[in-house]
T-cell receptor, first 110, second 116 residues
Framework: SQQGEEDPQALSIQEGENATMNCSYKTSINNLQWYRQNSGRGLVHLILIRSNEREKHSGRLRVTLDTSKKSSSLLITASRAADTASYFCATAPDDYKLSFGAGTTVTVRA | GAVVSQHPSRVICKSGTSVKIECRSLDFQATTMFWYRQFPKQSLMLMATSNEGSKATYEQGVEKDKFLINHASLTLSTLTVTSAHPEDSSFYIC????????????FGPGTRLLVL
């Protein structure tokens, strides 16, 4: 069953602006991962943050994790048209299975 | 590295036929592969976990006789949709994991199945 819920469902921004999306989950986790999916394609792994980490950076991506609130956020800075995609958070509770959220569709306007 | 391929990328078939989808890890050995299903504008739902040399573990609600999974080698897993019906039309995505304990999954590009 789905554990993560993303917010907002859709986001439209101008190129150069920042995009922030949030993910909430229900049970305890070992780690939380963010993936990107371009339309009709597979998923690309973006970043993994462990339960004992609070913040992680990778290029223009910044991920935070608040285990007390069971939530995570993904920030994309200085967005580009190529960032247009759906973004999913996925949680891994005790085992290796990933449970995906519903996703946030991001549209970056040129 | 860590490339996963799927074949075919899209398939159209008649109702009642069976369709086989292949998932290959091209540059690594995958002890575990996963099969997901994604309906339009929805998230990925895990269908089954496939371990090399053993029977697949199916998620609740997924018919194992309908969706046959074979993981005969460390680089290949196949999903066969038997007697496909229009409601089986979906986007099927596989992923692979390096070795036990590896947290990251590497996803294939997906297979679009349309059953007429």
């Amino acid at each position: 069953s789905q554990q993560g819920e993303e917010d907002p469902q859709a986001l439209s921004i101008q190129e150069g602006e920042n995009a922030t999306m949030n993910c909430s989950y229900k049970t305890s986790i070992n780690n939380l991962q963010w993936y990107r999916q371009n339309s009709g394609r597979g998923l690309v792994h973006l970043i993994l943050i462990r339960s004992n980490e609070r913040e992680k950076h990778s290029g223009r991506l910044r991920v935070t994790l608040d285990t007390s609130k069971k939530s995570s956020s993904l920030l994309i800075t200085a967005s580009r048209a190529a960032d247009t995609a759906s973004y999913f958070c996925a949680t891994a509770p005790d085992d290796y299975k990933l449970s995906f959220g519903a996703g946030t569709t991001v549209t970056v306007r040129a | 590295g860590a490339v996963v391929s799927q074949h075919p990328s899209r398939v159209i078939c008649k109702s009642g036929t069976s369709v086989k989808i292949e998932c290959r890890s091209l540059d690594f050995q995958a002890t575990t592969m996963f099969w997901y299903r994604q309906f339009p504008k929805q998230s990925l739902m895990l269908m089954a976990t496939s371990n090399e040399g053993s029977k697949a573990t199916y998620e609740q609600g997924v018919e194992k006789d309908k969706f046959l999974i074979n993981h005969a080698s460390l680089t290949l897993s196949t999903l066969t949709v038997t007697s496909a019906h229009p409601e089986d039309s979906s986007f099927y995505i596989c992923s692979a994991r390096f070795a036990s304990g590896q947290e990251t999954q590497y996803f294939g590009p997906g297979t679009r199945l349309l059953v007429l």
